[in-house]
């Protein structure tokens, strides 16, 4: 007899597989009340509604992606606005849901949830990367105000990468890649280590297949001859904390694939050297009896020296707790222990998400559902101060980094900071205006450069000065997201209040030359005549387009000119006098406001590296595209190519009559080789009371001329005269010159 096989329709088909899987997530839902459920019940309707007739890849339809990502948020014990947002977090992407339309439907809480999940793809951006960033900053800064955004996210996240297998192979690498170096991060970062571990092995696997596959087949043969060993281990352990009538449950665990590999790449291993491939968790009732555990596996097995860690005293910067220590087992094997409670397992395995799980199990909030408030508030002040989303993600990319150190303030307060950290970085880790003031550092009680990397357990001082402000040099070597947000921050503000005050200055001497004396404060011109001006030149206030002139990127000249313009046409009329005076002085001497170069700080006016210009030379101000004011000597063929190009670019700039400071000059000093002659140039030149900023050689050193290059500080051009013929009177000193660019 022929059985026959029933047909399903596939649209029923789809919509049975939906049904399943939404009563899978709802047999996960008994911690919720009858009302919330029922919440949840409608807003898969609503997205089961809006997803009609998408399909995934694999042919199931596309609603059970949602709600696998639900269930995910379901084990972590999430809120029902939390799993609604989870089951509708694709409608607004794919299904032309409108953020008004879940406002309306669900409230204003699930509606914010859903728009922080959403890409930016309506906006159009030059580059994918662009775009990328955007979408992570909205992402970011949704999560710093609500952290149910970010723990959505990686279940999403999660449930693409178990389905990868799916997709096309062409998308693997991008996808897995930016699992290993923003979601696993992240979810380290807020101690999520369940879901950090399973994104790594899963990115993993998919990013270096082959590599995958024969480490696994490694570590199942392994896992094959050492079972027996773990179970030992666990019996002999559990045996010797019953005897001191400690109450504890013992876990056996091995290493991830992604962690051996790393530490068989970093080290340069082969499997069969990878000793530490297992450990044991040991659970206790208290903190107490996490150290009684400890002194009574030191005494079962022989611990391995420089491998104990106490995260309990100080915990990791995700709030993790722990003691860790490995120890000599049977057979030679290194075993690593983990000694915590069960608060801090719960802590450990879910991290910001442990907040939900323990009001579910014990009632109320846990002591540190705040577990990673602070790191989630910088976020805030980053985007404050940085408006770029590139510059946004590479200031918080380095504080996802794994690795922290761990130092002291002079009063014995423990502060975390991510591997690398400097001496800044920890004072704008104290607060914004410690690091903006800072002048030096003692390191142990010791003064230190302020670049010095920190180390676990130093005594960092901070010395500060109420004059002193941030160094452009800082950005070069700080690690912090913190500290290179809040240096940019204020470089930006400084060079704008500079280029403003320049861009005044400039303005009111093309006005002078055109025979106006008119003052260019706000109230001495009527707001119309503003406004008519700003309309000519696009801007959006006076103060913006005076930057814009000091900066150069728009002419003095022309604003000028279209404003005398509009003054005529008000009636007023040029001074004779002053625009004879003016233009026929203008080559001569220096017009009234001209820009005088003392040498004080200041971000808006350079001195060019090609010429290195110093009090006493000839000089000119050349106004770059957006570059500011950049001066150069007179003679420079660099000035003079740039003069026969953009002629009307180029300002009058005169040396103040006591500059501030010294100046860099560049000097070529040719010298008989021998033995010391570096030694007698560098001895001379100090004498001189000067510094040295460079040295540089030519490398065929066998010659027996040679000719050495140094950029030195001196006061003015008496100064240099005097250095030089120091230098001359050295011995084996041939020749001494500054360096110049040859006129063309």
Same mark, same amino acid.
């Given at each position: 007899?022929?059985?026959?096989?029933?047909?399903?329709?596939?649209?029923? +088909?789809? #919509?049975?597989? /939906? !049904?399943?899987?939404?009563?899978? &997530? %709802?047999?996960?839902?008994?911690?919720? @009340?009858?009302?919330?459920?029922?919440?949840?019940?409608?807003?898969?309707?609503?997205?089961?509604?809006?997803?009609?007739?998408?399909?995934?890849?694999?042919?199931?339809?596309?609603?059970?992606?949602?709600?696998?990502?639900?269930?995910?948020?379901?084990?972590?014990?999430?809120? +029902?606005? #939390?799993?609604? /947002? !989870?089951?509708?977090?694709?409608? &607004? %992407?794919?299904?032309?849901?409108?953020? @008004?339309?879940?406002?309306?439907?669900?409230?204003?809480?699930?509606?914010?949830?859903?728009?922080?999940?959403?890409?930016?793809?309506?906006?159009?951006?030059?580059?994918?990367?662009?775009?990328?960033?955007?979408?992570?900053?909205?992402?970011?800064?949704?999560?710093?105000?609500?952290?149910?955004?970010?723990?959505?996210?990686?279940?999403?996240?999660?449930?693409?990468?178990?389905?990868?297998?799916?997709?096309?192979?062409?998308?693997?690498?991008?996808?897995?890649?930016?699992?290993?170096?923003?979601?696993?991060?992240?979810?380290?970062?807020?101690?999520?280590?369940?879901?950090?571990?399973?994104?790594?092995?899963?990115?993993?696997?998919?990013?270096?297949?082959?590599?995958?596959?024969?480490?696994?087949?490694?570590?199942?043969?392994?896992?094959?001859?050492?079972?027996?060993?773990?179970?030992?281990?666990?019996?002999?352990?559990?045996?010797?904390?019953?005897?001191?009538?400690?109450?504890?449950?013992?876990?056996?665990?091995?290493?991830?694939?992604?962690?051996?590999?790393?530490?068989?790449?970093?080290?340069?291993?082969?499997?069969?050297?990878?000793?530490?491939?297992?450990?044991?968790?040991?659970?206790?009732?208290?903190?107490?009896?996490?150290?009684?555990?400890?002194?009574?596996?030191?005494?079962?097995?022989?611990?391995?020296?420089?491998?104990?860690?106490?995260?309990?005293?100080?915990?990791?910067?995700?709030?993790?707790?722990?003691?860790?220590?490995?120890?000599?087992?049977?057979?030679?094997?290194?075993?690593?222990?983990?000694?915590?409670?069960?608060?801090?397992?719960?802590?450990?395995?879910?991290?910001?998400?442990?907040?939900?799980?323990?009001?579910?199990?014990?009632?109320?909030?846990?002591?540190?559902?705040?577990?990673?408030?602070?790191?989630?508030?910088?976020?805030?002040?980053?985007q404050h101060e940085t408006r770029d989303a590139a510059e946004f993600w590479e200031h918080i990319r380095v504080d996802l980094a794994p690795d922290a150190v761990y130092v002291f303030t002079p009063k014995g307060q423990i502060m975390a900071m991510p591997q690398g950290a400097t001496t800044v970085d920890f004072a704008y880790a104290i607060h914004s205006n410690v690091g903006d003031h800072t002048v030096s550092a003692k390191v142990n009680g010791e003064q230190v450069p302020l670049r010095t990397e920190l180390h676990n357990g130093d005594v960092?001082?901070?010395?500060?000065?109420?004059?002193?402000?941030?160094?452009?040099?800082?950005?070069?070597?700080?690690?912090?997201?913190?500290?290179?947000?809040?240096?940019?921050?204020?470089?930006?503000?400084?060079?704008?209040?500079?280029?403003?005050?320049?861009?005044?200055?400039?303005?009111?001497?093309?006005?002078?030359?055109?025979g106006m004396n008119q003052s260019l404060a706000p109230d001495a011109m009527d707001t119309p005549l503003w406004e008519k001006l700003l309309h000519f030149t696009g801007n959006r206030t006076r103060e913006e387009m005076l930057t814009d002139i000091g900066l150069g990127k728009r002419s003095a000249n022309m604003v000028a000119k279209r404003l005398v313009t509009m003054l005529t046409a008000q009636g007023v009329r040029p001074d004779a006098l002053m625009l004879t005076r003016e233009r026929y002085t203008a080559h001569e001497n220096l017009s009234?406001?001209?820009?005088?170069?003392?040498?004080?700080?200041?971000?808006?006016?350079?001195?060019?590296?090609?010429?290195?210009?110093?009090?006493?030379?000839?000089?000119?101000?050349?106004?770059?595209?957006?570059?500011?004011?950049?001066?150069?000597?007179?003679?420079?063929?660099?000035?003079?190519?740039?003069?026969?190009?953009?002629?009307?670019?180029?300002?009058?700039?005169?040396?103040?009559?006591?500059?501030?400071?010294?100046?860099?000059?560049?000097?070529?000093?040719?010298?008989?080789?021998?033995?010391?002659?570096?030694?007698?140039?560098?001895?001379?030149?100090?004498?001189?009371?000067?510094?040295?900023?460079?040295?540089?050689?030519?490398?065929?050193?066998?010659?027996?001329?040679?000719?050495?290059?140094?950029?030195?500080?001196?006061?003015?051009?008496?100064?240099?005269?005097?250095?030089?013929?120091?230098?001359?009177?050295?011995?084996?000193?041939?020749?001494?010159?500054?360096?110049?660019?040859?006129?063309?």
């Amino acid at each position: 007899m022929s059985s026959v096989t029933p047909t399903v329709d596939p649209p029923v +088909a789809a #919509a049975n597989a /939906a !049904a399943a899987s939404f009563a899978a &997530l %709802e047999a996960k839902l008994d911690y919720l @009340d009858a009302a919330d459920v029922e919440l949840i019940r409608q807003a898969y309707r609503f997205a089961d509604t809006a997803h009609l007739g998408q399909m995934r890849r694999n042919g199931e339809p596309y609603i059970t992606h949602p709600i696998a990502v639900a269930a995910l948020c379901a084990e972590w014990k999430l809120d +029902a606005p #939390a799993l609604m /947002a !989870a089951l509708l977090h694709d409608t &607004l %992407e794919d299904c032309g849901v409108s953020k @008004d339309d879940l406002l309306e439907q669900f409230g204003p809480q699930v509606a914010e949830l859903v728009d922080g999940l959403t890409k930016l793809d309506k906006l159009q951006f030059s580059t994918r990367e662009e775009g990328q960033a955007e979408s992570f900053r909205k992402m970011l800064l949704a999560m710093a105000r609500d952290v149910r955004v970010i723990l959505i996210k990686l279940a999403d996240r999660s449930h693409n990468m178990r389905t990868m297998g799916d997709m096309p192979r062409s998308k693997w690498g991008r996808i897995s890649t930016e699992t290993l170096e923003i979601y696993a991060p992240i979810a380290h970062r807020l101690g999520l280590n369940q879901t950090y571990r399973e994104l790594q092995d899963l990115a993993f696997r998919h990013l270096k297949p082959w590599r995958y596959a024969i480490l696994a087949k490694a570590i199942n043969r392994a896992r094959q001859r050492r079972r027996d060993l773990i179970q030992t281990v666990q019996q002999q352990v559990q045996a010797v904390l019953s005897d001191a009538g400690l109450q504890a449950r013992t876990i056996g665990r091995e290493k991830t694939l992604y962690s051996i590999y790393c530490k068989m790449d970093d080290k340069r291993l082969s499997f069969a050297q990878v000793n530490d491939l297992y450990g044991v968790r040991v659970i206790v009732p208290n903190t107490t009896s996490c150290y009684t555990a400890l002194g009574l596996l030191h005494q079962l097995y022989k611990p391995v020296p420089g491998r104990f860690k106490d995260y309990i005293a100080i915990p990791k910067l995700n709030g993790y707790q722990s003691l860790h220590t490995t120890l000599v087992g049977p057979a030679n094997v290194n075993i690593e222990f983990q000694i915590r409670t069960e608060s801090m397992d719960l802590v450990a395995e879910a991290g910001v998400a442990a907040h939900w799980l323990y009001k579910v199990n014990k009632g109320d909030g846990l002591a540190d559902a705040d577990l990673d408030t602070q790191w989630l508030q910088s976020l805030l002040d980053i985007q404050h101060e940085t408006r770029d989303a590139a510059e946004f993600w590479e200031h918080i990319r380095v504080d996802l980094a794994p690795d922290a150190v761990y130092v002291f303030t002079p009063k014995g307060q423990i502060m975390a900071m991510p591997q690398g950290a400097t001496t800044v970085d920890f004072a704008y880790a104290i607060h914004s205006n410690v690091g903006d003031h800072t002048v030096s550092a003692k390191v142990n009680g010791e003064q230190v450069p302020l670049r010095t990397e920190l180390h676990n357990g130093d005594v960092i001082e901070i010395i500060t000065a109420p004059v002193s402000s941030p160094n452009p040099a800082w950005l070069g070597f700080v690690r912090t997201g913190r500290a290179r947000s809040k240096i940019r921050h204020h470089l930006k503000s400084l060079a704008q209040d500079e280029s403003r005050t320049l861009g005044e200055k400039l303005l009111a001497q093309a006005l002078r030359a055109e025979g106006m004396n008119q003052s260019l404060a706000p109230d001495a011109m009527d707001t119309p005549l503003w406004e008519k001006l700003l309309h000519f030149t696009g801007n959006r206030t006076r103060e913006e387009m005076l930057t814009d002139i000091g900066l150069g990127k728009r002419s003095a000249n022309m604003v000028a000119k279209r404003l005398v313009t509009m003054l005529t046409a008000q009636g007023v009329r040029p001074d004779a006098l002053m625009l004879t005076r003016e233009r026929y002085t203008a080559h001569e001497n220096l017009s009234q406001g001209a820009v005088i170069l003392d040498g004080a700080p200041n971000v808006s006016i350079k001195f060019a590296t090609c010429c290195r210009p110093i009090p006493g030379d000839g000089v000119v101000g050349y106004l770059g595209r957006g570059e500011g004011l950049v001066v150069h000597v007179d003679e420079c063929a660099v000035a003079r190519r740039l003069q026969h190009k953009d002629a009307e670019r180029f300002i009058t700039v005169s040396w103040a009559d006591e500059p501030l400071r010294s100046f860099e000059a560049g000097i070529l000093v040719t010298v008989v080789n021998g033995k010391g002659v570096l030694a007698r140039v560098t001895s001379a030149l100090a004498s001189s009371e000067t510094d040295i900023v460079h040295i540089g050689m030519a490398e065929e050193s066998a010659q027996e001329a040679l000719d050495l290059r140094f950029v030195i500080t001196v006061r003015d051009r008496t100064h240099l005269d005097a250095v030089l013929r120091g230098l001359m009177r050295t011995q084996s000193v041939l020749r001494a010159s500054r360096i110049l660019p040859t006129p063309s």
